[in-house]
């Protein structure tokens, strides 16, 4: 009797779950058509220059509070894997290359740029280097990301000992007068539905379970990149 009823209660507890993730997924969709028609290009921007992404922990201690060089925004450090930023480059890379309209410079050709103004030992801010790369290399804009925490989960898509959790930030500076025009930032530790049950959109989003250091930091790509200026 007593299981009869568990029974019961789940299979009306699914029933309300599904309902509420096809109500989810309908505005979803809505707010992400609205997010793209709300784009517009930049006028006075051509060409763009791809700047790979960067660890911060490279310079800075794991489990501290530092600040965004580009941008100033606070982020807490923790452990990047390794390849993190030549993963997060390769996705950026093939968004501006399918979704937008701008010429590119493509990032082994910043990288070049970068040695070489490293080697002549200048000494002015990432902010001014970022600026000066462009301009050597002719581009319009920059866009470049920082990441500060990129852990990957200690589990399955089923049952985790300890979550995926990402941090970074995505930069769009204009060469001309060194000005940040876009920036849009991601800093989560992926939680469970029943810790947070206002997420409940993102979760069915995303497939409704734990996600991978890689998936939660695309899923949070796209996002970001959503409100990207392409029209």
């Given amino acids: 009797m007593a299981l009869s009823r568990l029974g019961r209660g789940l299979s009306v507890f699914t029933r309300i779950f599904v309902a509420l993730a096809s109500l989810c997924l309908v505005g979803c969709g809505s707010t992400q058509s609205t997010k793209e028609h709300e784009s517009a290009r930049f006028p006075d921007i051509d060409r763009v220059l791809i700047v790979p992404f960067k660890s911060v922990t490279h310079s800075r201690e ?3 509070t530092v600040r965004c060089p580009i941008c100033g925004a606070v982020f807490q450090t923790g452990p990047v894997e390794a390849g993190a930023d030549t993963y997060m480059t390769r996705q950026l890379v093939a968004f501006m290359k399918g979704k937008t309209p701008y010429e590119l410079i493509l990032p082994d050709t910043a990288e ?20 000066e790369m462009g301009r050597r290399l002719h581009a319009d804009a920059v866009i470049c990301g920082k990441i500060f925490r990129f852990r990957q989960r200690v589990g399955t898509a089923l049952s985790v000992e300890t979550p995926a959790s990402v941090a970074f930030g995505i930069h769009l500076i204009r060469v001309g007068d060194g000005r940040l ?25 995303r497939g409704g379970g734990w996600l991978t250091a890689e998936e939660l930091a695309i899923f949070a790509l796209h996002e970001a990149m959503a409100s990207f200026p392409v029209q």
């Fill in 62 to 64: 794991i489990d501290t």
């Fill in 112 to 131: 070049g740029v970068r040695s070489k103004m490293l080697a002549e030992d200048i000494k002015v801010s990432q902010r001014h280097i970022l600026v």
């Fill in 181 to 205: 025009i876009w920036v849009r930032r991601f800093d989560e530790t992926q939680r469970s539905l029943s810790e947070d049950l206002f997420k409940l959109r993102t979760f069915v989003r």
